[in-house]
């Protein structure tokens, strides 16, 4: 049984920091790209971040770009979302999904297989 389980959330002041970190067991972690996505009230999940089989190529979307770093380690199954920065408009519930993606794909939730219950951050002052 695959599990993905997301962590770190929380409520910062704008301009703070935040690590998400998402560990997925039961499968070959290594062979999966992994992606953050995010979710605010009354809006569609959109895509935050995405990152290749063996790490060595991430993407984001355009309103993350320069703030938000995402990185893996398949050793430990794990991978993590640096967020600089954080503005109010990054408020959501983030979720880590995983699948057989191909690269044109990374920023379409419906290619991923398997998903995290999320993690909710919150930036107010």
């Known amino acids: 049984q695959v599990q993905v389980e997301e962590s770190g959330g929380g409520l910062v002041q704008p301009g703070s920091s935040l690590k998400l970190s998402c560990i997925v067991s039961g499968l070959t972690f290594s062979t999966y790209a992994m992606a953050w996505f995010r979710q605010a009230p009354g809006r569609e999940r959109e895509f935050v971040a995405a990152?290749?089989?063996?790490?060595?190529?991430?993407y984001y979307a355009s309103p993350v770009k320069g703030r938000f770093t995402m990185c893996r380690d398949n050793a430990k199954n794990t991978v993590w979302l640096q967020m600089n920065n954080l503005l109010p408009e990054d408020t959501a519930v983030y979720y880590c999904a995983g699948g057989n993606v191909l690269q044109v794909a990374f920023s379409m939730a419906r290619h991923y297989d398997y998903w995290g219950q999320g993690t909710q951050v919150t930036v107010s002052s």
């Open positions: 990152i290749n089989r063996s790490g060595g190529n991430s």
